[in-house]
């Protein structure tokens, strides 16, 4: 499983961070800040199938392989 | 009260009036109505105004600076005077390009890290009144005004650098603004917001600190300083959006759980679903609705708004369409997908949002460990606010001390 995510879909809403905090960071103004590049550990599919279900804006797809 | 009662509402699909008593006791119901019978209702009212009911419409609107402004987000019977693209609080009611600019520099006082170090003082906050509820003996507590409505004016109060003891003066500029909007008449100046903030910016230009008003006053824009009604003005919305949304999301959490034993037990004995319960609680009883005022002519929805006519944002009835949402008008206390909208969508998504959700959390935690039983003492006691955010005002409890 790989995360795309939209930086330019992002408004901050912090939803992927809460859920997923070893998937995703946040910078200094509270948008998302990815924290894996490339294949997700399998311990954390759940996590990342929570945060893309659950971000407002669209801005995390997670892609199976 | 307003000045004069609001007229009852023939029809709501063509005669809407969120203002009025009826519309703050009935919101979720009438939405609920309106997006079956009628997905865009409108009413003459104010001038002219449009409410859409469907997500997809709300996200569209939301996300639409060419046709729809954000000059005027408080359903008005006159038109805001601001001009854009700055208007009478920035951001919230300023346009692009001019919107980027004004938003960025307070992202880094609400990002989730920096909202960390308020946490101490909301909880500070709600053990003392608590233990002032305990104190007290009474078996019947009015929750919303004894709890609810303290929290988020002690946290924006001490961001500001404000005194404490100005919470009351804030709820009454609230109360006019947001809760009858344009239907109060104040006649003395020194009795408005505006000149409150006047006062006290002069007063911090002295004796600069290191508190974000402060902070505002030292900005500037490109080596520019703010403008005073730049500063004054965001420091309006902060006091202004911050407190009666906050006080609503928490009253209504409290309102649930108060009804649901089942809810209160699986928050107590769940840990792990209070993240979840915080975000149903959000969706669910979601305070606010914002507006636009049409900039060029759209059509939404198969309607035809026109320059100058007013729409509503309703986040609350975004959050509980069925197309999207599974089971929409179900409370899932531990719904795992869930995308509310609650602090809106694009680019004037909520800058307090984490704010507001750690306030709410950590009060939702201490009351529940402070009162893990309570009921509702009249159901029918209950009133909730009028206007573009909803919560309850008045709510009594019986609660076993």
Redesign the interface.
């Known amino acids: 499983m790989k995360i795309k995510y939209d930086r330019d879909a992002c408004?901050?809403?912090?939803?992927c961070?809460?859920?997923a905090p070893e998937l995703f960071d946040?910078?200094?103004?509270?948008y998302a800040i990815l924290l894996v590049d490339g294949e997700i550990p399998s311990e954390l599919e759940e996590k990342a199938r929570?945060a893309a279900?659950?971000?407002?804006?669209?801005a995390i797809e997670v892609i199976d392989d | 009260m307003p000045d004069v009662p609001r007229p009852p509402v023939k029809d709501w699909a063509t005669d809407f009036d969120h203002t009025h008593p009826d519309y703050a006791a009935n919101a979720p119901a009438i939405l609920a109505e309106l997006r079956e019978t009628c997905p865009v209702a409108h009413t003459d009212r104010f001038g002219g105004a449009w409410l859409p009911t469907r997500h997809d419409d709300v996200a569209r609107i939301a996300k639409d600076h060419e046709h729809f402004s954000s000059q005027g987000i408080i359903i008005t019977d006159w038109r805001p005077e601001e001009p854009a693209p700055m208007g009478y609080a920035p951001p919230i009611t300023s346009d692009p390009p001019f919107h980027a600019i004004a938003r960025?520099f307070l992202?880094?006082f609400?990002?989730?890290?920096a909202i960390d170090g308020w946490e101490e003082t909301a909880r500070t906050t709600c053990r003392e009144l608590i233990a002032q509820i305990k104190e007290s003996g009474e078996e019947v507590v009015d929750v919303a005004t004894a709890y609810a409505q303290h929290i988020p004016v002690r946290v924006i109060a001490d961001m500001l650098d404000l005194p404490r003891e100005d919470g009351d003066k804030f709820r009454v500029f609230i109360h006019r603004i947001l809760e009858e909007p344009g239907q109060n008449t104040v006649d003395d100046w020194g009795e408005t917001l505006d000149f409150y903030l006047q006062e006290k910016i002069a007063e911090r230009r002295e004796n600069l600190g290191d508190d974000l008003m402060s902070y505002l006053i030292k900005a500037d824009i490109e080596g520019m300083a703010l403008l005073d009604e730049h500063v004054r003005g965001t420091i309006a919305l902060l006091i202004i959006a911050g407190i009666d949304t906050t006080w609503s999301a928490l009253g209504s959490s409290l309102w649930h759980l108060a009804q649901n034993p089942d809810h209160r037990r699986r928050w107590t004995e769940d840990p792990a679903v209070q993240?979840f319960a915080i975000?149903e609680f959000l969706r669910f009883y979601a305070p606010v609705t914002m507006a636009r005022l049409v900039a060029k002519d759209v059509e939404i929805g198969g309607c035809p708004m026109h320059v100058g006519d007013w729409t509503l944002l309703s986040f609350p009835a975004a959050n509980r369409d069925p197309d999207a949402f599974e089971r929409a008008d179900e409370f899932i206390i531990d719904r795992?997908?869930?995308?509310?909208?609650a602090?809106g969508?694009?680019?004037h998504?909520c800058i307090g949002?984490?704010l507001a959700r750690m306030e709410l959390r950590v009060a939702l935690e201490e009351w529940m460990a402070a009162f893990p039983d309570f009921e509702l003492a009249d159901p029918d006691a209950v009133t909730w606010s009028t206007g573009q955010v909803r919560g309850p005002r008045r709510m009594p409890f019986r609660l076993p001390h």
């Open positions: 408004q901050g809403h912090n939803r961070y809460m859920l946040t910078d200094d103004e509270g929570l279900d659950n971000c407002p804006e669209f | 960025r992202l880094e609400f990002s989730p890290k993240p975000e795992q997908r869930n995308r509310h909208s602090f969508l694009g680019i998504r949002s984490n």
